[in-house]
Each structure stands twice: as structure tokens, then as C-alpha cells.
């Protein structure tokens, strides 16, 4: 395996590794290495991953410089590298939701973290933050999602996941991608708060989706998260109609 870096948008580098039997065509990984004067990184990868991943941004910065660790909810591939990235950089400290670090991260990151509440900006010098608050969707009592304001970049987490290794940039239409993804995992928490929440994220006009599986994308953001909003309404509405 390998770690392929490329700038998505201004100052926003994908790290990529492709593990070609997590699912049929491989499964990427995705961090996400934000360089600013506080240079950020979203999500960690596994423990196992880490030598590639650091790797990685040593490419980029020092990886001593590295100020803030932040990812979408507490799974391995997203925070499983969480305390070994700490070691790496002494003045890096966790940032997460405030509910996130009360059930899980006040416990097991070995720095304190910080609580961010809804809507909260972190000013990275350069780049500023957001963070926001999105319960069970995809999944997990304590998701949340960055929104970088000045490039409009989404940090989607595990929204539109797609299997296979496709360009770090895709012009295709991953919604049909993402929903195939879905027949396979069923990841997603669908619940009556799943589409709204993915709506209110379209109302952000990002201009960049950082996924972290698969390809992310620039073209036609907004419409892509309302026609999965969409897509997963159908599904609620029709499992509904299956257990009536």
C-alpha cells in the first residue's frame, strides 16, 4: 500500500490509501492535512496505518507542528492513530464535539481535548474551521463535520462513501456511487432527522466534499447532498412501508 497526497483545494491535501481487499474494487481511506499557521488534521487512520500516514505529512509539514486532531465520530479508522499522533506532536490537541469528548474522547485520548459547541469556528491562521453538529448521521450519537469557510470546503466524513480507488478529484455523479456503497455496508443511521441534516449542510454551498472514502469532489456540491437527502428520504419511506 501506498499514500497518495493531492491538494483539493487551497491548502487542503487528501492523504489516500487504497486497501484493496476492504471491499470488491479496494476501499480508501482518506485524511485530510489542512496547512495553515495551526495546521489541522481530519482524521487520524487506524494505528496500523500510521507509518504511512505520517509519512505523508511529513511531506507536507513537520509533523511536530501539527496543532489540532479532529475526525467525524469515534471509529478506528478515524481516530485510531489518535494518541500515537499525539506523541508525534507535542503541542496538538484533540478537537470534537462537546458531546463526543463527554462519552468517549475525555476518556481515552491522552491529551484533554477540546469541547467545540455548534456552530463554533476555529481559526487556524489562514483557515477557519466550523464545526457542526450532526447526531447519527451517518451514524454515531456524536458525528459532526468541519466546514473550512474561506475555500467552502465540506469535510464530510462518512457521507458519500464509495468503494473502490478512483482520482482524488471525480467530475462523475456520486450519489448513485454512494447510495451502491450503501447496499453493500448499510452504514447509515436512517432515522426522520437524516435527510434534514444533510440538507442543512447543502445550505452551506460548499465548493469542495472531502470524503473519506472514495473520490471527493468540486462540481455541483449542494445539489449532490440534497439528491442524497432525497435518496435516503426514499429509503426511510420505504422501509416504513415494508413494516406496516
Not at 11 to 25: E, K
Not at 158 to 176: F, H, I, R, W, Y
Amino acid at each position: 500500500m501506498q499514500t497518495k497526497i493531492d491538494e483539493i483545494a487551497r491548502d487542503v491535501f487528501r492523504l489516500s490509501t487504497c486497501v484493496p481487499d476492504a471491499a470488491p474494487g479496494g476501499f480508501t481511506f482518506n485524511q485530510f492535512l489542512l496547512r495553515a499557521d495551526a495546521p489541522l488534521l481530519f482524521h487520524t487512520g487506524p494505528r496500523r496505518m500510521l507509518p504511512l500516514v505520517s509519512e505523508a505529512i511529513g511531506k507536507l509539514i513537520p509533523i511536530a507542528s501539527l496543532r489540532y486532531l479532529a475526525f467525524g465520530h469515534v471509529e478506528s479508522d478515524e481516530c485510531g492513530a489518535m494518541n500515537e499522533l499525539l506523541a508525534l506532536a507535542p503541542g496538538a490537541e484533540v478537537v470534537h464535539g462537546a458531546l463526543g469528548c463527554m462519552v468517549s474522547l475525555d476518556d481515552l485520548s491522552d491529551r484533554t481535548p477540546r469541547r467545540m459547541a455548534d456552530g463554533e469556528v476555529l481559526d487556524l491562521g489562514g483557515l477557519r474551521v466550523r464545526h457542526i453538529d450532526t447526531p447519527h448521521v451517518p451514524h454515531n450519537w456524536e458525528a459532526r463535520v468541519l466546514f473550512e469557510e474561506s475555500s467552502r470546503t465540506l469535510f464530510c466524513g462518512d457521507l458519500l462513501s464509495q468503494t473502490g480507488n478512483g482520482p482524488a478529484l471525480s467530475d462523475e455523479d456520486l450519489v448513485p456511487l454512494a447510495l451502491g456503497t450503501e447496499d453493500v455496508f448499510g452504514s447509515t443511521a436512517l432515522a426522520g432527522s437524516t435527510a434534514p441534516t444533510i440538507r442543512r449542510l447543502a445550505d452551506l454551498d460548499p465548493q469542495t466534499l472531502a470524503i473519506m472514502h472514495g473520490s471527493s469532489t468540486a462540481i455541483r456540491c449542494a445539489e449532490t447532498l440534497r439528491r442524497l437527502a432525497d435518496a435516503y428520504a426514499e429509503r426511510l419511506q420505504r422501509d416504513a412501508r415494508r413494516a406496516a
